[in-house]
């Protein structure tokens, strides 16, 4: 299983970006993918999920404000991400669970700075 994460970069406080997450080796529509994140000196942390039936989960701190999707032609999964803060600077990692076995993404630096 191999996961590919692009999209980061540095973004004004209020500004949008989408990060994307290309998947291989797996059946991906029948995959759960997530997004993480982790910020300097900190944990890492759940971003939001999307399963195969396309039902959604945020993390308190991201919802409305970000919108995760998928693509299961293009076996991609999004995260649009508007209205960015200086504490979403962080990280982000895509991460699917197959076969009992949790893989994760290279991961992409996300820095909200003016």
């Known amino acids: 299983v191999q996961l590919q994460a692009s999209g980061g970069g540095l973004v004004q406080p209020g500004g949008s970006l989408r990060l994307s997450c290309a998947a291989a080796?797996?059946?991906?529509?029948?995959?759960?993918m997530d997004w993480y994140r982790q910020a300097p000196g900190k944990q890492r942390e759940f971003v939001a999920n999307?399963?195969?039936?396309?039902?959604?989960n945020y993390a308190d701190s991201v919802k409305s404000r970000f919108t995760i999707s998928r693509d299961n032609v293009k076996r991609t999964v999004d995260l649009q991400m508007n209205s960015l803060k200086p504490e979403d600077t962080a990280v982000y990692y895509c991460?699917?669970?197959?076969?009992?076995?949790?893989?994760w993404g290279q991961g992409t630096l996300v820095t909200v700075s003016s």
């Open positions: 080796g797996l059946v991906f529509r029948l995959n759960t």
């Open positions: 991460k699917t669970m197959y076969k009992y076995r949790n893989y």
């Open positions: 999307i399963t195969s039936d396309r039902v959604t």
